[in-house]
Every structure is written in C-alpha cells, then in structure tokens.
Nanobody, 122 residues
C-alpha cells in the first residue's frame, strides 16, 4: 500500500506560483491514478487535478485549467502540482490522493496524504 506525504505549501502573493509535491512510499506508485484535491475553510473538499496511472492523460477542474499543471515522476515516486497565477480563492489545504488502476476521472480515492496549506494573499 502506498503512503503519501505532501510538501511545498506556503504563503504567496496573488499572481505568484507554488509547486506542491507528494512523495509516495511503496513500489506500486506507477499503478495508482493520482489526484490533488483541496479544502478551503468552511467549504467541502473539491477536486483540483488528476493524472492517470499511465501518465497518458490528465484532468482538471475548470477553476484551475490553464493555471495549474499536474505531473508525475514514477522513477521518483513523486506527484507534482505546479500552480501559477494564484489568487486568494486558491487558498486551501491541498491533499494528494491515490486510487489503484483508476480512470483519470475517478471521483473517489482510497489513499490520502495529510495535506499542505496554501495561502494566497491579495
């Protein structure tokens, strides 16, 4: 089973960039479709982006298309989220998640990281 640890969160001004990383333990990382989800204070957790276990396809929420890029490096067992042109509405705890052999459009994940805080100031 894969364990997930996020890093890279922090405080950034509007218009700035951050790159989140999610380090996965275990030898089966390449078998997992990976996703980033976020939860803002007082709001439900929402989908941000996903990448298929093969790496061949990605899927984004409309709110981040053109600004965020999800990628993975299976040789390093690491998932990334490059976030550009951040705005205060992107402020949330960002979670890395995984589901074995899933479609990139999956809406349910089995494994979760502990989350990393992203705060965007105006």
């Amino acid at each position: 089973q894969v364990q997930l640890v996020e890093s890279g969160g922090g405080l950034v001004q509007a218009g700035g960039s951050l790159r989140l990383s999610c380090a996965a333990s275990g030898r089966t990382f390449s078998s997992y479709t990976m996703g980033w989800l976020r939860q803002a204070p007082g709001k439900e957790r929402e989908f941000v982006a996903a990448i298929h276990w093969s790496g061949a396809s990605t899927h984004y929420a409309d709110s981040v298309k053109g600004r965020f890029t999800i990628s993975r490096d299976n040789s390093k067992n690491t998932l990334y989220l490059q976030m550009n042109n951040l705005n205060p509405e992107d402020t949330a705890v960002y979670y890395c998640a995984a589901k074995l052999w899933a479609a990139v459009t999956t809406t349910s994940y089995d494994l979760w990281g502990q989350g990393t805080q992203v705060t965007v100031s105006s």
